[in-house]
């Protein structure tokens, strides 16, 4: 919550504001509000909340014991409509003061079939009527949207979740307040863990991590991390964010690829403690599937130590006017509080599917890629945004174009030399296989044409037939062969679309793959020869 904000809107004779926060955090923002807005010298003024439950009560901060509440001798609701009733007081009250309103947004919202009209009339006169006063407003919900009626009127703020710094100064003041009771045993790298695992949690949340995290192992060590890790998993399903974990295998070929991820390592974790130097943006990954495009996103969040959220578009569609595009906007602040981290968005022609023509959804599509559009242009933060996608066709013109992403790569079909890196990866799995370095040539040989997922699952389907004939973990090159023989890859499915992908990556993408020529002898052998690759 920016505090100095809602005091220049107060005194710029701006008298109701409305603050959406995550209901946990209400009691936090009420301390705020206490700390830092009423005790200002231009403001100097009481605080009183109000509730449906609990009506008028007078609000007090105490350093010690916190918030404290006690009741307004001079509030005696005497009719029906406790809502109109408040209002009323706050307009005829003679002093002083801020009002909390907690949890108005049911009344005061979008939603036409839930307003209540009178309440929208009775704010509108008082946002005219308290300017000349010292009496001032804060609407304090969870999801605030205000009906049209109120749009310029009432100022819309959001308590934005804290960043590092806040973080820092929350720790310690916890630390204080349980080394009381238990042991702290934490060195400056575990508490630097332990900000990178809260980043993405309110401050409450965090508190009631480490509480739950000191109580469960009596006291409050390294161990905290990983619990509230945990906690920020669970935040980031309910938003439709999932935390990817780090591959348990190294990328096969793509040596172009990863020497331009490697050459941003430095920067990328210079970026996060300097933000004078150009954050990395993203990558647009763009080959058919099972080519290894998500498994490079994966790869780039474990190198750098980072956790990898995936993004699903398709759970943020709602049917309420507006949600969808709200949904989004939400979800990117939390990837930019968890920051830095790897934003991964697979197969993105297909999430934002209705953007570049006519649309079946009212224009929602276009919305959220709009918005989406905006904030990769515009960030600040050290999220980067990894992008794959199958169908170059299908993607809007002003998605691939510089300043969105830093690069697009293309990722072809594996080379010779990438397949037989790709099976070496995958048969090291199996400690007893006995396969020579010439059977893994000659397999690299008859897999032409497959992409990574369908050698990896060759080399699978090879298992399973080992331990069907009681051999396993003994794999034997003729039972890759088998599983590669009745495999189709999808290139010959699809022959025209790798043909079409390749010619659009000759003038519009760099090669995430050395390109490899091979020339057939008069004996039928294969020469192979490599050829670097310049292409910008």
């Not at 890196?421 to 497959?450: D, M, P, R, V």
Request: proline content about 4%; glycine content about 6%; some cysteine.
């Amino acid at each position: 919550m920016d505090s100095q904000k809602i005091v220049n809107l107060f005194r710029a004779s701006i008298p109701v504001i409305a603050l959406d926060s995550p209901s946990v955090e209400e009691q936090s923002i009420l301390e705020k509000i206490c700390q830092e807005i009423a005790t200002n010298k231009k403001i100097a003024s009481s605080v009183y909340c109000w509730n449906l439950a609990d009506e008028m009560m007078e609000v007090k901060y105490n350093p010690e014991s916190g918030i404290s509440y006690s009741e307004i001798t001079e509030y005696n609701p005497n009719h029906q409509d406790p809502i109109m009733f408040a209002l009323d007081f706050i307009e005829q009250y003679n002093n002083k003061g801020v009002f909390v309103l907690v949890d108005l947004q049911s009344y005061i919202g979008a939603d036409h079939l839930r307003t209540d009209l009178a309440i929208i009339r009775k704010l509108k006169s008082l946002c005219f009527k308290l300017k000349a006063t010292y009496k001032r407003i804060i609407l304090l919900g969870q999801g605030i949207k205000l009906a049209d009626d109120l749009t310029g009127l009432i100022y819309s703020l959001s308590a934005e979740l804290p960043n590092e710094e806040e973080i820092r100064k929350f720790l310690e003041q916890c630390f204080s307040d349980l080394n009381n009771n238990f042991a702290i045993e934490l060195n400056p790298e575990d508490i630097d863990r332990l900000v990178r695992s809260a980043q993405g949690l309110t401050l409450e949340e965090i508190w009631n991590g480490l509480r739950l995290a000191t109580i469960s192992n009596g006291k409050l060590d390294k161990v905290a991390s990983q619990n509230i890790y945990d906690l920020k998993v669970e935040k980031l399903l309910k938003l439709k964010l999932e935390i990817s974990p780090a591959p348990n295998i190294p990328i096969g070929g793509l040596q172009p690829l990863k020497e331009w991820i490697n050459k941003r390592t430095k920067l990328f974790n210079a970026a996060i403690k300097h933000p004078e130097i150009p954050n990395p943006k993203g990558l647009l990954l763009v080959g058919l599937p099972g080519t290894g495009k998500s498994l490079v996103a994966k790869t780039i969040g474990g190198l750098w130590n980072v956790p990898i959220l995936k993004l699903d578009i398709g759970s943020l569609m709602n049917s309420l006017v507006g949600e969808s595009e709200a949904n989004m906007r939400q979800l990117l602040k939390t990837a930019e509080a968890v920051a830095p981290c790897v934003l991964l968005l697979d197969e993105i022609e297909k999430a934002f599917a209705g953007s570049t023509g006519a649309s079946t959804d009212s224009g929602v599509s276009q919305r959220m890629f709009g918005t989406f559009l905006t904030w990769m242009s515009d960030k600040k933060t050290s999220v980067f945004v990894v992008a794959t996608a199958n169908d170059i066709s299908a993607l809007p013109p002003e998605l691939s174009r510089k300043g969105r992403f830093d690069e697009v790569f293309f990722i072809d079909l594996p080379s010779i030399t990438e397949r037989s890196e790709i099976l070496k990866l995958h048969l090291g799995k199996y400690s007893a296989t006995k396969i020579s370095e010439s059977e893994i040539q000659s397999l690299a040989i008859k897999t032409e044409g497959f992409s990574g997922a369908e050698i990896s699952s060759c080399v699978s389907e090879a298992a399973i037939k080992a331990f069907d004939e009681d051999r396993y973990p003994f794999l034997e090159n003729q039972d890759v062969l088998e599983a590669i023989s009745v495999t189709v890859p999808l290139s010959k499915t699809y022959s025209s679309k790798v043909e079409s992908l390749r010619q659009w990556a000759s003038t519009s993408a760099r090669r995430a793959s050395e390109l490899e020529q091979q020339v057939k002898t008069s004996k039928g052998s294969r020469k192979v020869s490599m050829i670097s690759n310049d292409v910008n």
